[in-house]
């Protein structure tokens, strides 16, 4: 069959749409050395880094001078070669602040938000001891339990968010701070992530974006399709929902999607979806991402799978280290943008390098894989947009010369 390339051309980006991954464990303890996994992560593409700094586990005890990060009590250690190693190989971190000390919240555990007011404190010494961050998070998912004691967004508010946001902006001026961190649905003893926002608005919140993590909660969900529209969860098939509820609130502060992805099966046999499924659906956020306005974040989680299955199994790779087709999938999303009968438009991006890329797009001819029109290069994002004319059903994929291997392949509908 004759494919003919109808139009190409590059597509630029949204000029802040950031691509990255969170694996605190893996970056922390994960196999060989920090310098190699971090060079891991530059060799993807990775655009941003999340990275929790554990306020319990840098400020153990209470420091005499909370605001200078030189304090004795203050112990960065592993926390400074990860954020260091990042700076060094010119990785932005999105650093998110989280966890309580015991001296500040009476005792209790981490989730327990403090009663104290040191947060605001050791927010300023985290600026200063790492000047060249400046994207920060305010805890984690404090609509649910798991992270937060008590789940109110006025506490939330008034305790984290506000204070940290003034420390925040204290130590530079170039820092940007977000709140929320919402979880996608409402937890069994917590509450859904728009009432969340809500309480937030009418408690005051002060932010200059705001975070959701917007996590499938619905068997057979992808990221552009829901079987539940009617939820009151806000996952990535909600996307345009989001934003408009972000805009409505808060205003056209941008919107960061901190966390995002899908646990396969194997390992995961009830909740998993298939590793090829999982590669797809990398493309197709990362697609629906660049083309929502104000979304200017998007974060996966895992690099690797956590070893028990009562963990995550969203990683890139296996608990063994073992590649899934999402890893390249990463380095080389690929979606379908939209079709018209035979003309298919398809939306693709190069992370790994900078400006302009050379791609390849290829299909299957005779069981071989073939050009699909002449090599071409990306906008200076990294992204295209072509248009193209095949029969339906053909498998295609998107190949760069600089990386020598391609993404997983697509079949067009």
């Known amino acids: 069959m004759t494919v003919a390339l109808l139009a190409a051309g590059a597509a630029h980006a949204a000029p802040n ?17 920090l310098a190699q996994r971090l060079a891991t992560l530059h060799g993807l593409g990775v655009g941003i880094v999340r990275f929790t700094l554990r306020w319990d586990q840098v400020a153990g005890t209470r420091p005499a001078n909370p605001r200078d990060p030189d304090d004795p009590a203050y112990a960065w250690g592993r926390f400074d070669a990860v954020l260091q190693g990042l700076h060094s190989l010119g990785i932005p971190a999105l650093v998110t602040l989280y966890g309580t000390p015991a001296w500040a919240n009476g005792g209790r555990p981490p989730n327990w938000l403090p009663t104290t007011s040191g947060f605001a404190d050791f927010a300023y010494a985290a600026a200063k001891r790492y000047p060249w961050v400046h994207m920060w998070t305010v805890w984690n998912e404090p609509n649910g339990r798991d992270f937060s004691v008590p789940v109110s967004p006025s506490v939330y508010v008034q305790r984290l968010l506000n204070p940290a946001y003034a420390s925040l902006h204290a ?30 608005r009418a408690a005051h919140a002060r932010l200059d974006a705001y975070a959701h993590n917007p996590y499938a ?48 099966n194997p390992p995961d046999r009830l909740l998993g979806v298939s590793w090829a499924a999982q590669a797809a659906y990398v493309g197709q956020a990362a697609l629906r991402v660049w083309q929502q306005p104000g979304a200017t974040v998007l974060i996966q989680f895992l690099v690797r799978d956590e070893p028990s299955l009562g963990g995550w199994q969203s990683g890139l790779l296996t608990a063994q280290g073992r590649p899934k087709p999402s890893l390249h999938a990463f380095s080389l999303p690929f979606a379908e943008e939209a079709g018209h009968g035979s003309r298919v438009v398809l939306w693709g991006q190069v992370r790994p390098g ?46 760069s010369p600089q990386l020598g291997y391609a993404g997983p392949s697509l079949v067009t509908y």
């Open 17 to 33: 749409a950031k691509f990255g991954i969170q694996d605190d464990a893996w970056v922390l303890y994960g196999p060989g050395t």
């Open 171 to 200: 130590a530079s001026g170039a820092n940007l701070v977000a709140g929320g961190v919402t979880s996608p649905r409402q937890p069994p003893s917590g509450m859904a992530p728009l009432a969340f926002m809500q309480g937030m």
């Open 217 to 264: 909660v619905e068997p057979g969900e992808t990221p552009s399709r829901t079987p539940c529209a009617s939820c009151s969860s806000l996952t990535m098939a909600k996307l345009s929902a989001i934003r408009a509820d972000v805009t409505e609130l808060f205003g056209p502060k941008p919107l960061w999607l901190t966390e995002y992805g899908y646990q396969t």
């Open 354 to 399: 900078s400006g302009d890329r050379p791609y390849e797009l290829q299909q299957v001819r005779q069981g071989r894989w073939v050009p699909l029109g002449a090599p071409a290069q990306t906008g200076p994002g990294g992204t295209f947009v072509r248009t193209v004319t095949v029969a339906r059903g053909t498998k295609l994929r998107l190949w």
